[in-house]
C-alpha cells in the first residue's frame, strides 16, 4: 500500500514538475488555440483536430532525430532533402522497377542509413562542421531526387504499399463527434507511428546510456570525452538514428501522396528545428526534452492549421515561423546569461 502511494507521489511530482518547466510554451499553445477558436468557424471540431495531428505526424517522426542533433550542439539541414529522397527511392523502385514491396523498403531505409552514416562521419570523424556537412548532403539529396524523377512525378499504384500510409483505424461511438454526425471518426496509422516513435525516443534519451552520453556530450563534450565516453561515436550515431526516422518519414509521405515529386521534404527541416528549439531545447546543447518537443510540435500544428483554416498565404506562415524561431532562442540566450 505505502509502495502504491510513493509511486503515485512520483507521478504526481513529476507531471507538476513537466508543467512547471514547459508553463511558458503551454501557455503559448493555449493561447494560439483561444485565438483560433475565437476568429476561425469549425477549428476545435473533433474531425480538424485529427487531421491538424495527422498531417504534422512526419514532423514529429523527424523531430525524434533533430533532438538528439541539437541536444549534441549541432544540427541537421538534411532531414527534409532525406525524407524526399528516400520516399522518391521507394517510388521508383515499386513503378519504375516493379520492386517487390519489402525490398523497396529495405533499400530505401538503407539509404536514410547512408545518409545519415555519412552526415555523422563527416561530422564526428573528419571535423567538418554540422551546417556545412548537413547542407551539403541536403543538395546532393535534392540533386539526385531531380536526377532520378527528371522532374516528373512518380505514381505508386501499388495497394501494400500505398497501405503503409492509408490505413485507417475507427473509432467507435464517435458518430456525433463527425461532420455529419452519421460515420464515426477514424485516426491514420500515421499518427500511431508517429506516438511510438516519440515514446522510444524518450525511452532513449531517459532510460539508456546513449542519453545519457548525448546529454553529456552537448553539455561539455571535452568533459565527457576525458570521463572515458567515445565522443566520436556518439556524435555520429545520432545522425544515422535521424536518417533512419527520416526515411520512415519518406515513404510515409510517398504512401499517403500515392506519389512523389522531386520537390517532396522541402522546409521540413524549418518546421522541425522550430518545434524542438520552440519546445525548450538550447541551441548549444545539453539541454531539451521530449515532452517540451511535443508541446513545440503541436506549436507549430496549431500554427499551420489554424493559417490554413484562416486563407493565410503560405508565404506568410514561413514568415511567423521564422519569427517564432528567433523569439525562441532570444529566450534561450537571456535565460543562459541569468543562470551565469
Known amino acids: 500500500m505505502a509502495n502504491n502511494k510513493s509511486i ?3 507521478d504526481s511530482n513529476a507531471v507538476v ?43 514529429a517522426i523527424i523531430c525524434c532525430g533533430m533532438l538528439m542533433a541539437i541536444l549534441m550542439g549541432q544540427i541537421d539541414i538534411s532531414v527534409g532533402s532525406t525524407v524526399g529522397l528516400t520516399g522518391m527511392v521507394g517510388a521508383y523502385l515499386i513503378t519504375n522497377l516493379h520492386c517487390n514491396f519489402f525490398l523497396a523498403l529495405v533499400i530505401s531505409l538503407l539509404v536514410g542509413l547512408i545518409i545519415g552514416l555519412i552526415n555523422g562521419f563527416c561530422i564526428a570523424y573528419l571535423k567538418i562542421p554540422a551546417f556545412v556537412a548537413t547542407l551539403a548532403t541536403m543538395s546532393i539529396g535534392r540533386g539526385v531526387c531531380k536526377i532520378i524523377s527528371k522532374g516528373i512525378s512518380i505514381r ?106 522531386s520537390t517532396l521534404g522541402e522546409s521540413f527541416e524549418m518546421d522541425a528545428i522550430s518545434a524542438v528549439v520552440i519546445g525548450g531545447t538550447s541551441m548549444s546543447g545539453g539541454s531539451g526534452t521530449v515532452g517540451g518537443t511535443i508541446i513545440g510540435i503541436l506549436i507549430i500544428a496549431v500554427l499551420s492549421n489554424g493559417l490554413n483554416v484562416m486563407g493565410v498565404n503560405s508565404f506568410w506562415q514561413d514568415v511567423f515561423k521564422g519569427i517564432i524561431i528567433i523569439v525562441a532562442v532570444v529566450i534561450d540566450v537571456l535565460r543562459k546569461s541569468k543562470k551565469r
Open 8 to 10: 503515485a507521489v512520483k
Open 17 to 59: 514538475n513537466y508543467f512547471k518547466k514547459n508553463f511558458g510554451v503551454i501557455l503559448g499553445l493555449v493561447i494560439l488555440n483561444v485565438i483560433f477558436a475565437v476568429t476561425t468557424k469549425n477549428y476545435f471540431t473533433a474531425s480538424n483536430i485529427l487531421t491538424m495531428l495527422q498531417n504534422n505526424a512526419v514532423n
Open 156 to 261: 505508386i499504384r501499388d495497394d501494400a504499399y500505398n497501405a503503409i500510409a492509408g490505413t485507417k483505424i475507427v473509432i467507435p461511438g464517435t458518430e456525433a463527434l463527425s461532420a455529419n454526425g452519421r460515420v464515426p471518426l477514424s485516426v491514420s496509422v500515421i499518427l500511431i507511428y508517429a506516438i511510438i516513435l516519440l515514446a522510444l525516443t524518450w525511452l532513449l534519451l531517459n532510460k539508456t546510456k546513449f542519453g545519457y552520453y548525448i546529454y553529456a556530450i552537448g553539455g561539455n563534450e571535452t568533459a565527457a570525452k576525458y570521463s572515458g565516453i567515445d565522443t566520436k561515436l556518439y556524435n555520429l550515431l545520432p545522425y544515422v538514428i535521424t536518417g533512419g526516422l527520416c526515411a520512415v518519414g519518406g515513404i510515409i509521405w510517398a504512401s499517403k501522396l500515392q506519389g512523389v515529386q
